[in-house]
Each structure stands twice: as C-alpha cells, then as structure tokens.
C-alpha cells in the first residue's frame, strides 16, 4: 500500500462517519482553510515524496540511509505540528496516519 493510498483510505474511512468531529475533519482535508492548509499539505507532500521514492528507486525511502533520515524527521516534525492549532483537522486522526507511515517505512514511532 503507498502513502497516498493510505491517506485516500482515511478519507474513505471517515465519510462513513457521521460523528461532526469526522465531518469537520473531512471538511478541511478535503478543503483547507488558514492554517488546515499548511498541514494537509505537508502530510500529502510527505506521501507523494516517499511513493515517488519507492517508485523511482524501487525501495523505502526509510531504506535510504541518508534521505531516510530526514524524511522520517519531516513526518515527525508534522506530528509535533499537531500540538498547535489545527483549525477543523482531528490530531489524533492526523497522528495516527504519520504514525503508519513511520511504521511502513520502517522507523519506530516512539523512537
């Protein structure tokens, strides 16, 4: 499964919801406002960076011992941004995909 796969299947996952907090969420991922902007972007650019390194090189981006690295700090540093305002986006939903894509690509979430 890609990073852009796993984020499409939490879209999908939401709009079966209907919680309000999955409604807003979907809201702004689906069309950011302010500072949902910045987020929703980083997360996407992080997928789109490490399905295009699997595609072109033919492994993880978290097999690469010196890009690995700093992807896996960009994915981190998008977590520690969800401790700040996120406008309509659910953290804990946002954590939980960075989360996954840490894992797939081999890095230790609480590490």
């Known amino acids: ?25 979907l809201a702004a991922w689906d069309h950011p406002q302010g500072i949902e902007k910045g987020i929703v972007q980083l997360t996407w650019a992080a997928a789109m960076y490490a399905d295009a390194h699997r595609a072109k090189f033919d492994s993880g981006v978290g097999d690469d011992s010196f890009l690995g690295p700093e992807w896996e700090s ?16 659910d ?21």
Not at 1 to 25: C, Y
Not at 79 to 88: C, D, H, K, S, Y
Not at 94 to 101: K, N, Q, R, T, Y
């Open 1 to 25: 499964m890609t990073h852009v796969d796993r984020l499409t299947r939490m879209s999908l996952k939401l709009r079966t919801r209907t919680d309000s907090w999955a409604a807003r969420h």
């Open 91 to 111: 953290g804990g939903t946002l954590d939980g995909i960075l989360s996954e894509m840490l894992t797939a690509e081999g890095f230790n979430v609480d590490g």
């Open 74 to 89: 960009i994915v981190r540093s998008i977590r520690t941004l969800l401790n700040g305002e996120l406008g309509r986006l």
